[in-house]
């Protein structure tokens, strides 16, 4: 199941928030009884009937797209949960059990999402090996991850081994960022899965938050799909130069609210059930420098990868440049079982390798429009690499984009294109800079200030822009139009 | 337990927050939200499902069969998710509120927006598969545009289709249906200019000299005894184009001609191109749809009479009634999308002739999933035009009700010519100007006719064979494929079996005769008006369709259906 969906939205969504909200009386009313039997003590797990919801509401949520992967998962679960155990019983964490839990872990990502890709990657070497044809769980790449990071938080001590399986599985099956992330740390949500406080500020929040992320997909992103896929999926042949910059750029503002839209719209659930992610994306378009932006695009990804593969390699401590030429080939891979996904990440890795050799030197002395103008380019150039993962088509669009190619430079499809769609363009720029967060300021300002009147006219807007995107995303989706969900391969 | 967790009592009680505008603003805004978020879900969950789509012309999904498989493999979700998504109510509404809100992502440089404009791959698209068992060829791209010409219509046109279930004919496994049956017509996509949908054309001079040569076998096969004519119909995108967009758009004067100069002097080729050129400034192709007017039509119907030498019954209000029916929104809003077609109906005009007596005869078939022949049905007779003024987005229908049949129309013109029209959709207006000038006409679209070609039109008698064709089909591979196919196939739709009742289409308005000396009447509402149908502004209510006439049996519906009896007892005899 897709969050972006009639279905999603007003069936699955409405049921699971209705049950959510019996069974926190439910929680209530047997917390209750059990501190008056135990003197005001809590219970390890003083939500039973809340997460017995979300957990049930997340295997089905799962099971609608992938009913028999779903064993997989919680096969998975299991191994985990023993591993956790097994890594902390003893005084000093067991140094063999964290190695086979993890080799478990990336068994499994490599079987389900890359033994196509590894095996056809040999053929091309002269071997005739059988390809398997497996299609990639849904969400793979996140729960794997976040299994990972369970299982060394655990080893390091920074957080206790869960005992109860059920919360290992609702850590690691919690629909909101089942499928598209963020990768939330186990030691992120450890205490609200057991004691979750939640109050009406979380929910008019989570559900701005959640609104927002559906606007962001449904109207700014789906709709630039059909930019990008007019151009980019074509046939390059007849491509203009004009309109490949104009496909290329209509998938970056694409890729970026796509991506963040799920997260906003994962965060904003999480909030509305009590819990409280991490941020994933803080405004990546606005960096002045590659190393900028990856601390800005997926944080909780490269946050990942520096934790449990850079750091643990040395860092910068020793043979810095072979570790990020690792966690970059890596950070690629993730992303796709392809070839131009390992490129694209290298790409990433030469480039801030030698930022920080170069630019991050300099950088203060160097004009800001300068440094944004260099990170927007690389960044735009580096879409072109992710999306093509045909190299040849990759190439040829490559020459197409410099004028190279032969093809035309500018003809009239692109031109329509453009200004049939320049609104939508505008739209996406300002929306992908920190507006929100001025007007976010200046909604917690109105409530400090002594005059209600900025507060009811926020709180007034709010509500309105709220029930606005909720209108045209509703009706977009009717529509139709283009609702391409680009997370099966990650 | 945890920082957080410092009183318990607070657990999932609303907490009293330090600020008390904070909390107001909170308690506001979500019961705002949750008060419409539930009336937004309520109304998508319990209103009147819509069904079927008269704007997209389709059935939309239906709920799934809940079976174990299918839950366990994953179809019922996805169908499910399919049918929220699909079938939600109001649907053509909310359609084109969705269509108003996506105009505002841009504006329309001179007033021109075009819908996936590319120049198609024309020749790979339809390479067939190599048959040895190389390695397959590389994925040609995709068409600009796949538009499934048909499927609209004979959707339709089942619908209408009165079947009584125990009576039908049905083909056996022995016949296979047209595998591409659901064409899809090669185009560089759609272009919106001003109000007007143009579907640019890609052309192809290699498809049209294989068209040319297969309508030189049907002449070969016939000989002298049937004049053959090729009537290559231009669409409006070779009249209407704008030059900027033109390198878009392939000349459908130089296919046509190249069409042309490949047939020898024994087919009469009609030049329908000149004559619609000299009107172009009239109403002679829709603008919200891929067809041409019944005014085009005529045009080239008279181009057609005088090359066959037949006479012509010219359009006057002394020999037509002419019905209006406004507000027509055709295909192109379908394939588009486009608020600006929608908001800008036109008139859909037809011509019922007069003073000629007339008796159609439908043979409808039956169609399965994409399309393909399950059979054909009894013979139904039947007005030629049939009432579609309240579905108005598929008015062209108001013609034999579609393409998946075939249709013979009886007249008094006695004149012992006898017709046989070969067409695509393009073909379903001409007859309405020929009923005086043959004493019979036989109107067999390409795509659903299963019988052989030579036998049938032998067996009938027919004169006069044209081939109608829009400049698209006639560039198509598939039309092409179609045409030898029926010289090669079987004589028949085989054996005489019975159709399970769920594949018979509902019955509805159409099984009556149409009763000649009734017409007056039951057109009385109707405005006349003069001959050239652009002078026509009028609305005028169209005939209902006479069902509570009564039928008499004429002797020519005796024979008529005699006749389909010979032909399914002899085609019994040969499976056997």
């Known amino acids: 199941m897709i969050f972006a969906d009639l279905f999603f939205l007003y069936i699955f969504l409405p049921a699971v928030l209705v049950l959510y909200v019996i069974a926190g009386f439910a929680d209530k009313f047997i917390g209750k009884l059990r501190r008056k039997n135990r003197r005001g003590r809590f219970s390890a797990n003083e939500n039973p009937v809340t997460n017995a919801v979300l957990i049930i509401a997340s295997l089905l949520f799962y099971a609608w797209g992938e009913p028999i992967y779903i064993l997989l998962m919680i096969f998975s679960v299991i191994v985990n949960y023993a591993a956790g155990l097994l890594i902390a019983r003893k005084e000093q964490p067991s140094k063999a059990a964290l190695a086979a839990g993890v080799t478990f872990n990336i068994a499994l990502i490599c079987v389900f999402k890359y033994s196509e890709f590894l095996i056809s990657s040999v053929n091309s070497l002269g071997l005739s090996l059988p390809v398997p044809d497996i299609i990639p769980p849904v969400g793979i790449s996140f729960y794997t991850f976040q299994s990972i990071s369970y299982l060394a938080d655990v080893y390091r001590g920074d957080v206790k081994a869960q005992k109860n399986p059920f919360l290992i599985l609702l850590y690691i099956s919690m629909f909101p960022q089942l499928i598209a992330g963020p990768i939330v740390r186990y030691g992120t949500i450890a205490e609200e899965i057991v004691f979750r406080n939640l109050t009406l500020s979380d929910v008019s929040e989570g559900s701005f938050r959640f609104f927002v992320g559906l606007g962001k997909k449904v109207i700014l992103a789906n709709q630039l799909s059909i930019i990008s896929e007019q151009f980019l999926d074509g046939n390059l042949d007849g491509l203009s130069a004009a309109g490949a910059w104009l496909g290329l750029i209509a998938f970056t503002f694409q890729i970026y609210f796509d991506f963040s839209g799920y997260s906003d719209m994962a965060i904003g659930m999480g909030r509305c059930f009590g819990f409280r992610f991490d941020e994933n994306f803080n405004y990546p378009y606005i960096s002045r420098s590659i190393t900028e932006f990856w601390r800005r695009w997926h944080i909780s990804l490269g946050s990942f990868f520096r934790d449990y593969v850079y750091i643990p390699l040395g860092g910068n401590r020793r043979h810095q440049p072979l570790n990020l030429a690792i966690v970059w080939f890596l950070t690629g891979l993730w992303h796709g079982a392809s070839w131009n996904f390992v490129l694209w990440g290298l790409y990433f890795g030469v480039i801030i390798i030698l930022e920080k050799y170069t630019l991050l030197k300099i950088a203060n002395k160097i004009p800001k429009i300068l440094l944004h103008i260099y990170s927007i380019i690389l960044i735009v150039f580096g879409w072109g690499i992710f999306y093509f993962e045909d190299i040849g088509r990759l190439g040829k669009f490559i020459r197409i984009i410099f004028g190279i190619s032969g093809n035309a430079l500018w003809d009239i499809v692109a031109q329509n294109a453009f200004t049939g769609n320049l609104y939508l363009l505008i739209a996406a720029l300002v929306c992908s800079l920190p507006v929100g967060k001025l007007i976010r300021a200046g909604y917690e300002n109105s409530l400090k200030a002594k005059s209600g009147a900025a507060a009811a006219a926020f709180t007034f807007g709010k509500a309105a822009a709220s029930v606005l995107l909720l209108t045209v995303s509703t009706l977009l989706l009717i529509s139709g139009t283009n609702n391409p969900f680009l997370y099966f391969r990650f | ?576």
């Not at chain 2, 067999?444 to 400049?471: H, Q, S, V, W």
């Open chain 2, 1 to 576: 337990m945890g920082k957080k967790s410092a009183d318990p009592k607070t657990l999932l009680r609303y907490q009293t927050t330090d600020r008390k505008k904070k909390r107001a603003s909170d308690i506001l805004y979500v019961t705002v939200i949750s008060v419409f978020f539930a009336v937004t879900a309520a109304a998508i969950l319990f209103l009147p499902r819509s069904g079927e789509s008269q704007l997209e012309q389709r059935k939309l999904a239906k709920f799934p069969e809940v079976t174990v498989e299918s839950v366990l493999n994953g179809s019922f979700m996805d169908e499910m998710t399919l049918f929220f998504r699909d079938n939600v109510p109001m649907r053509d509404r909310l359609m084109v509120a969705a269509a108003q809100i996506q105009e505002y992502t841009g504006f329309r440089s001179n007033d021109i927006k075009l819908h996936n404009v590319a120049i198609a791959e024309a020749e790979e698209f339809y390479t067939e598969p190599p048959v040895t068992g190389t390695a397959a060829p590389p994925v040609s791209e995709p068409p600009a545009v796949t538009v499934s010409e048909t499927a609209a219509e004979t959707d339709i046109s089942a619908a209408e289709t009165t079947v009584s279930p125990a009576e039908t004919t049905t083909t056996e496994e022995t016949e296979p249906p047209p595998e591409d049956d659901n064409v899809n017509i090669l185009n560089n996509g759609i272009a919106v200019v001003g109000t007007r949908a143009l579907m640019l054309y890609g052309g192809n001079f290699s498809v049209g000299e294989a068209y040319a040569q297969v309508i030189e076998k049907y002449k070969k096969a016939f000989g002298d005894k049937v004049n053959v004519y090729c009537m290559v119909v231009p669409t409006s995108s070779e009249f209407y184009c704008p030059e900027s967009i033109s390198s878009y758009n392939a000349s459908q004067l130089k296919n046509i001609e190249n069409i042309y100069s490949h047939l020898s002097e024994d087919v009469i080729s009609v030049d329908a191109y000149s004559v619609l050129q000299l009107h172009t400034n009239e109403n002679i192709y829709f603008r919200t749809d891929h067809h041409w007017t019944s005014l085009g039509a005529y045009y080239a119907a008279r181009a057609f009479a005088e090359a066959a030498e037949v006479p012509f019954t010219e359009l006057s209000t002394a020999e037509y009634d002419m019905h209006t029916v406004d507000g027509y929104v055709g295909t192109m809003y379908g394939y588009t999308q486009d608020i600006e077609i929608k908001n800008n109906p036109e008139d859909f005009v037809y011509y019922v002739p007069k003073n000629i007596d007339y008796e159609v005869t439908y043979y409808n078939y039956i169609l399965g999933e994409g399309n393909a022949i399950l059979g054909i049905a009894d013979p139904i007779k039947s007005d030629f035009f049939l009432d579609f003024s309240n579905m108005k987005s598929s008015l062209y229908c108001t013609f034999m009700g579609g393409d998946a049949k075939i249709t013979h129309v009886h007249t008094s013109t006695g004149n012992g010519r006898r017709l046989a029209i070969f067409k695509d959709s393009y073909g379903n207006a001409l007859p309405q100007f020929l009923f005086g000038s043959f004493e019979d006409i036989y109107i067999m679209d390409m795509r659903y006719f299963t019988y052989n070609a030579e036998d049938y039109l032998k067996e009938k008698g027919i004169t006069d064979l044209l081939f109608a064709n829009n400049t698209f089909h006639a560039t198509t591979r598939s039309t092409v494929k179609y045409y030898e196919r029926m010289l090669t196939q079987g004589r028949t739709p085989a054996v005489t079996t019975t159709v399970p009742t769920t594949t018979a289409p509902v019955a509805s308005q159409t099984e009556t005769q149409k009763n000649i000396s009734e017409k007056p009447e039951t057109t009385k509402e109707t405005k006349e008006t003069t001959a050239k149908g652009t002078a026509a502004e009028t609305t005028v209510s169209v005939t209902e369709p006479p069902q509570t006439t009564t039928v008499p049996e004429t002797s020519e519906t005796v024979t008529e259906t005699a006749e389909n009896t010979d032909i399914s007892e002899e085609n019994t005899d040969i499976t056997e």
